[in-house]
């Protein structure tokens, strides 16, 4: 996968990987506004962009990571990330992946790690 994922791409991706249902009303657009994407107002008439440079910098990913950890804390430990990652990308999870959630402190990091791994931020 070489196309990085939009916010909204990568919010809808988390919330499917933990398997969330129920969302409160108005969290997703808090969530895309903190992930620089806010619903209906995308800052240029041509709409939002769609290359990396525009999602990938050092402030957008720490806002994701950010995300992915609040995501975690409310799994609450209950998601194995290391099983999960292998549901989501089977046989292609990388190494570095792999060691980085083995090493976590918790498994609530170990999950956090999970949704923003190479493998979840890219489509």
Known sequence: PVKFKTPWEWSIAAMRALGMTNV???AIAGLLTQLGHPVWKPGQPAGYDDIAASWAGP???MRRVEAAERFASRAGGAIDARRLAATLFPGSVSAATTEA????ESPGQALALLLVAP???RR
């Open 24 to 26: 409160q009303p108005g």
């Open 59 to 61: 402030d957008a990913v």
């Open 101 to 104: 959630l083995a090493r976590a």
């Open 119 to 121: 493998e979840s931020m």
